[in-house]
């Protein structure tokens, strides 16, 4: 599925781009922001990405125009979260509304609903839409479940969210503050001892496929899903 990112702030854009490509989503960066409805006909993006502060013309003129000829989905994102600007956007075809600074746990889940509500899919592509992969290991959100070459390793909701984690940082580390407030994000209200515990008892899951050297814990640094050389 692609999805067309139209945002005058490059290094929003680029982290967008690269958190959606680890969902297995193609992210396109508009360049020209007067070549707007161009790119829209060229792309035929399944789904856009809207700032409403933009060179030129805002995003409500870009929405406007889109919907002369297309009825793609579109969510907003922008820096303002007034009421008056949610509605603005809505009623001028908009489908759905982010306000900045970006969760991107949240950016995706509404980028997925959307994508779900908009389109038919075949049940390989609600897989993929759902799954994260390093190596031959594949973190399956929609079953809650670690996929290692035909083996099946069932996890807690706490489980999936801190691997979830992991799986978009690797290769790098991730600290446990940003492990600990993706999982407050997402309702799971964990500390830093329940959050040890739920490592050691993802490594124990691990540990029948030697996987479990693969969770590296590095001092002042976090954790990290590295297959060992």
């Not at 509304?97 to 997925?112: A, R, V």
């Amino acid at each position: 599925m692609k999805v067309l990112i139209i945002e005058d702030d490059v290094v929003i854009a680029q982290a967008l781009a690269d958190y959606l490509a680890k969902w297995q989503l193609e992210a396109v960066i508009l360049k020209d922001f007067l070549q707007v409805l161009e790119e829209v006909q060229s792309q035929q993006p399944h789904l856009i990405l809207l700032d409403i502060n933009l060179p030129y013309f805002n995003g409500y003129h870009w929405c406007s125009e889109i919907r002369k000829f297309s009825q793609v989905p579109i969510i907003f994102i922008s820096s303002m979260n007034d009421k008056m600007d949610m509605i603005m956007a809505m009623q001028l075809g908009g489908d759905d509304f982010i306000s900045k600074p970006l969760d991107m746990t949240l950016t995706l889940s509404k980028i997925q609903a959307l994508l779900r509500r908009s389109y038919e899919f075949t049940e390989p592509q609600v897989a993929a839409l759902n799954r994260l992969t390093y190596e031959d290991l594949v973190l399956d959100r929609l079953q809650a479940k670690l996929l290692y070459q035909g083996h099946e390793i069932d996890l807690t909701h706490t489980e999936l969210q801190i691997l979830q984690v992991l799986f978009q940082a690797q290769p790098a580390f991730a600290s446990r503050q940003t492990i600990l407030d993706a999982c407050w994000q997402n309702d799971q209200f964990i500390d830093d001892n329940t959050l040890a515990v739920n490592m050691t008892r993802i490594r124990k899951k691990l540990r029948p496929y030697a996987l479990d050297t693969w969770l590296q814990t590095k001092k002042n640094h976090g954790y990290a899903l590295r297959k060992e050389a």
